[in-house]
């Protein structure tokens, strides 16, 4: 069985550091080593059971004095790693936060990630502890809970994590998560509303819930369903639940924001001499006015043709028409020696210029 390291280096720091210190360095090295930040990581899971095993004796004063004057030697089968991190991480903490348990919910969308759990955890209960009411411990020895029973006697709290930090009355809003719904392109350009179905796997119940998928969204989007992510703790409300809008193509179409880009293929006479144009749009087809000597890639804008803001209805993007000229690829005779004499003629006028 391989050595243990010494604690002030598991936490990067050097014999004889102060509590600031050790906590500053704890909180650092939990979050970046934490199993919710790097899930199926062994490795990550090892070394967040060695900081907080470090962390836990060396945050409390008597543990640390004795670790400072025999090592690990002071602790022999007491296990000060044990408790740190088996009832931190595996056992109250870990499935109060989860929901009873330690269950989950799994989302499907008809027709076809998590979000920062640690924020929730660490970042609610650091930035926010003062106004949830845990001005002390267990025993009301530290301000934010980490000396007495937060931290100390098992990693997360020991006896329990809600002990640690307020009791009874602390509460804490559930971690939001992340999924993807895929909607069509005139989905996104005029609005739809999609089912999605909600299941509990522990209790098999599953929920249908309408979502309504603003005119105008565009791939990157995010809907907010509120108080559909993970279950408060203690009490406290649910997370949210965002989905992440990924737009579909629409053949001949581009988006670009809310303007809309496409083609026309126009005659090759009608290039020529001008006419109209039958140009196809969101919103029905239009007829467009084709001016006589007409290029390959003239561009028409068709104002207010385009996609809806999501801010303004009353505003829309335009519709970007590129002209595309058909040339002939079968002639009867009569055409082919019509189209002789033309050449004809444009190369006397090219003579005589």
Known sequence: MAAKRDYYEVLGLTKGADGAAIKKAYRKLAKKYHPDMNPDNAEAEKKFKEVTEAYNVLSDPEKKKLYDQFGHAAFDESGAGGGAYGDSYGGTYYQSYRGPGGGYREYHFEGGNMDDMFNDIFGDIFNRGKSQGFSGGARGGSRDGFEDGGFRNGGFGGSGFYSGFGGADFKAKGSDLHTEVTVGFDEAAFGCDKIIRLQDPASGTVQSLKVHIPAGIDSGKSVRLRGRGMPGTNG??????????????????????????????????????GGEAVVSTLYGNVLCKIKEGTQSGTKIRLRGKGIVSMKDPSVHGDQYVTVQIEVPKYLNPAAKQKLKEFEAACAGKARTA
């Open 236 to 273: 406290g409300e649910n997370g949210d639940l965002l989905l992440k809008v990924q737009v579909a193509e629409k053949p001949g179409y581009e988006r670009k924001g809310m303007d809309v880009y496409t083609m026309v293929n126009v005659p090759f006479t009608t290039a020529v001499f």
